[in-house]
């Protein structure tokens, strides 16, 4: 092989292009302003787990957006809210430290409504945590009536007078993300690539199985249960003729909560299971068998030693 191949910059999925720019990007904003919506929107794969219940997001995930001349990794992060628990606790701490590591800031509001209590307080998080460049991105503007359009977007101005630049968004249509995108490789130091081409995330397999399984319990069930309910996958195989096997469980932290989960005559639990197995049939692209138990830990959002256990240690 003459050197002149070997060093053929293709063959090297760390080579780059001389001016490539790459950085962390964190998407903070208080729960369910669309975060994970956005992330997945540039990934171009459901990454993070989306739902219309608040707090949705409860670790910190990444998603990796690779091209040519940029690597761009949103570090997308759970709502920040006033912690009711501990693990609300070590949610809003996860998300607070992504903001000092981050190159980039996107400051995600939900315009339809006017600032919250929880924008005024990442608000001045983010005036005292951070020198990074803060893009302030007004979301869900299709659901904003126009007469409300200068009030809100004003009254978010003023709550983040120190922001950079500014975009109005509808993160679910893609609506100016593309100008977004433009922003944030305008402000985006030049740098290497830190992950190969074809890495999307930084989650396991198993990590996405089991938050896709959290999605389908989330989208059925109502009040206290979707916030009470955490997944756990304790099996991943491939078993005989291609199909997958997964065992999944599936706490609660109340006996009632198991009773809801489970549903009458087992109904619910198995339209959580058949939709959740074809969540991870699309993620394996191959036939699943899924097995889901459903079980009770009494408070554990409450628990060092079962957060531990489910993977919640925080930063
Ligand atoms: N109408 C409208 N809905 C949106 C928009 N962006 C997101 N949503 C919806 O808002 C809800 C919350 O979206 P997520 O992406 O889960 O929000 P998040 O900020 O990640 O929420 P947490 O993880 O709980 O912090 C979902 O039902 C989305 O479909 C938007 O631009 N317009
Ligand atoms: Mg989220």
Redesign the pocket.
Known sequence: MSAEVFNDASSDPYAVPEGHKSGFVAVI??????????MNHYVGEKV??????????RSRILGILTRETCQIIFV?T??IHRPLHRLGEIMVRTATSAIPDADVVLF?VDA?VPPQEEDRMIARILAEQTDAPIILVL?????LPPENVEPHTEAYWDLAPFHDEWMM?????G?NLDALLERILAVLPEGPRYYPREYITDQTERQIVAELIREQVLRHTYHEVPHSVAVVVEEFKEREQDVTYVAANIFVERESQKGIVIGEKGRMIRQIGLNGRRAVERLVGGKVYLDLWVKVRKMWREDERQLRHLGFEGP
């Open positions: 904003g208080r729960p369910n302003v669309g975060k994970s919506t956005l993070a787990i989306v739902s219309s219940k608040p707090q949705t997001t997308d759970p709502g995600l339809s979301n869900k503007m299709d659901r968004t509808v993160a679910t249509e609506t």
